[in-house]
């Protein structure tokens, strides 16, 4: 396919760190430097989802790989919302591997935000900005990797592919899908690497990392109310509201059947094995679901810890609720909408049918509600990829390493449905920061600076191990 013409290069200053040409040897604080050279830049480059425009930060990310000599390919369904594939040929002695990170984020209410969200200002030790835990971290740490391995001039026994997308955050169709079912061939691999992990970091040490492994697959729920108008004056036994909203409390307080999985098993028996005593028992509880201690379990976690509870079973949250135009006037109708995140090996018919029956009001009505639908499948633990990522994680970071579920969508769900083994990876993050305020979407996004620079170390040995004779 044909290359994309040059486009101006980067400053000299910023490219022409040294490095030395064996991995033990690399100059580490010149990485970081130039990292954060990138990193800032690449924060500074507003790619919010909606409205969509990746096209800035395209074009930068291309002026690196031109300024390395890196060959790359640009795919666009729209013009704005490149896809940039780059590759580093090996000598086709195992399939390539495939880093993955987009370059879009959420938008932004800027009002909220202490610093400017596409400042990427240093504070205390912080970087603050959109995108700087989603994703530019993996994507400035995919990005280096690359050029590292070009300037080392690795010998390679596979090929080495950075896929920079677009579109991640809600409009697939202009990235991950579009490239699936349009350009598999470019960015094809046995591993892939992408977002969805992270280090958890509590009280400012590390306890353990994570790797995903399989994520749940999202999904909505419409619920639509009946029943007969009438004055506010005169209580009707018929009250649509009514009907809806205890529609809505009844579902909410049902728990769907616990389903355990190969990841959610390695998981809680990892997790309960560094735990402290108490917790630990209740970890291992959750592996037998059905006996006392394990419902006592289960419903420890859903009241104190929800997002250990929400890997256990498919999970209604009601999101939306909509009836009524006046106060004196009841209503005939009422609506809510469910947000449901599904197992990948939840049967949805079957998922759908037990709502309706959980609800069983046939004055509301229960259908699934349009959503973007990605496909579900999860990654294997017995593969060389995992078993490097466990070795590096554990040796760079000092702490067990545990397979994870996402409560969340990623990119990944469409690679793995290719039969592509993927595996979520991410820096250090303060447990106690998302609670605060400071996680991924949030109005005080933010990144530690010196785990920024560990990880891009971590990803790069990653890499490094798996594709180097």
Request: proline share 6%.
């Amino acid at each position: 396919m044909k290359l994309c013409p040059r486009l101006p290069l980067l400053s000299a200053a910023l490219l022409t760190i040294p490095l030395c040409t064996h991995a033990a040897e690399i100059d580490w604080e010149a990485v970081n430097e130039e990292t954060l050279a990138h990193f800032q830049a690449m924060v500074r480059i507003d790619t919010a989802d909606p409205p969509g425009r990746e096209i800035d930060l395209s074009n930068y990310l291309l002026s690196v790989l031109q300024a390395e000599g890196i060959d790359y390919e640009v795919f666009a369904l729209e013009d704005n919302r490149p896809n940039i594939v780059a590759r580093l040929k090996g000598n086709g002695g195992g399939k390539p591997l495939l880093m993955m990170a987009h370059q879009d984020t959420v938008n932004v209410d800027a009002s909220k935000w202490s610093f400017p969200p596409h400042s990427a200002t240093r504070d205390g030790g912080w970087i603050y900005g959109r995108g700087t835990v989603d994703d530019k971290d993996n994507l400035v740490a995919a990005l280096m990797t690359l050029v590292m391995l070009k300037r080392q001039n690795v010998p390679l026994e596979r090929d080495v592919i950075l896929l920079a997308e677009s579109g991640e955050e809600g409009s697939t169709q202009i990235g991950i899908q579009y490239m699936v079912d349009n350009h598999l061939d470019a960015i094809e691999a046995e591993f892939c690497l992408a977002e969805g992990g992270s280090v958890v970091r509590q009280n400012g040490e590390v306890f353990y990392a994570s790797v995903q492994t399989v994520e749940k697959l999202p999904r909505a729920i419409s619920l639509a109310s009946h029943g007969v108008a009438g004055h506010g004056s005169v209580p009707l036994q018929g009250n649509a509201i009514v009907a809806l909203s205890r529609a809505v409390a009844t579902i909410a307080d049902w728990q769907p059947p616990i389903q355990l999985s190969d990841t959610t098993t390695a998981y809680f028996s990892k997790l309960a094995s560094i735990s402290e005593p108490e917790a630990a028992a209740r970890y291992r509880a959750v592996l037998n679901p059905n006996s006392p201690a394990g419902r006592e379990a289960v419903n420890y976690l859903k009241q104190y810890e929800p997002r250990n509870a929400a890997v256990l079973f498919s999970t209604i949250s009601p999101t939306i609720v909509d009836g009524g135009y006046r106060v004196n006037v009841i209503p005939s109708e009422g609506t809510a909408t469910l947000d449901v995140r599904l197992l990948p090996e939840e049967d949805a018919p079957q998922f759908l049918e037990m709502v309706r029956e959980v609800i069983n009001n046939p004055a509301v009505n229960v259908e699934w509600a349009a959503r973007n639908q990605r496909p579900g499948a999860s990654s294997s633990l017995d593969t060389d990829a995992y078993r490097t990522i466990e070795s590096v994680f554990g040796q760079l970071y000092g702490a067990p390493v545990l397979p994870v579920m996402s409560t969340g969508a990623t990119d990944m769900a469409y690679l793995r449905a290719r039969g592509i083994q993927c595996y979520g990876i991410g820096p250090a993050i303060d447990a106690e920061d998302g609670p605060l305020g400071f996680g991924a979407h949030s109005d005080q996004e933010r990144i530690i600076e010196s785990e920024l620079y560990r990880f891009v170390q971590a990803h790069y040995q990653v890499v490094e191990q798996l594709v180097a004779q």
